[in-house]
């Protein structure tokens, strides 16, 4: 229940509703670089650094390189001052299977991550990249250095975002649309248990989910999260070419 997948599945919906067909999902988050990051994500990010992870590209399911394969995307809700261009780099997250479930007719999935300050983004790019010509065997032992070097170099504007941009056809015109999340202050970490607390208010209400272990991306809408956002001014809109 956590930001992946369940804000992600939410937002696409969002984002498709009117198009007849969903053929690319992006997604990335940026967390503020004065934010905590706590030993077991990055235990999480050290065990697939520089290994394969699967990924539907193309139409076709292959593999591309944990924190190594990367791209550029800039977090910019409207009429709010944009985060800089930031380089994100592939995740191993739910998404990149469950999204398919509900989208079949999807030819690509990417989700990455964005931390900062970007030089402990490029040594960790350089490190995946030594596990993956060999050089290295995993970052796992590296963990706990990992960590405390993230937790010392703080550095930047405490900002952080998110963004999830979709490609789709609406009869013959092609049409991408995005939409952004700007958190700024304390309130980025809260996001990832937003989710959780809609659940809560939800059962509060009356609405319970069904029983059983499964995905829970298709238990919330991104009106759910009105409420949270709120709460720590965190803003969110949508732009679309």
Known sequence: MSSFPVLTAAVVRKLAVGLDSVDQIIAG?????RSTVGINVIRAIASYAGRPVKILRDGKWGT??????????????????????????????????ILSWDWPEVKSIWMGAGPTPALLHRLLWLAAGLVKLGVLRSLMPLAPLMNRVVNTVRWGQHRGGMIV???????????T???????????GPYILSMAAEAIVRRCLDGRTPPSGARSGHRDLELEDYALSLARYAIKIGIREN
Request: no cysteine.
């Open 29 to 33: 988050i940026a967390p503020s670089p």
């Open 177 to 187: 649309r995005s939409w952004h999340l700007l958190a700024e202050g304390n309130g």
């Open 64 to 97: 591309g390189t944990g924190f190594f394969d990367s791209k550029y995307l800039v977090v910019q809700v409207p009429r709010e001052r944009p985060l800089p261009r930031i380089r994100f780099a592939l995740t191993d997250v739910p998404d990149l299977k």
């Open 165 to 175: 941009e979709i490609t789709g056809s609406r009869g013959s015109t092609r049409i």
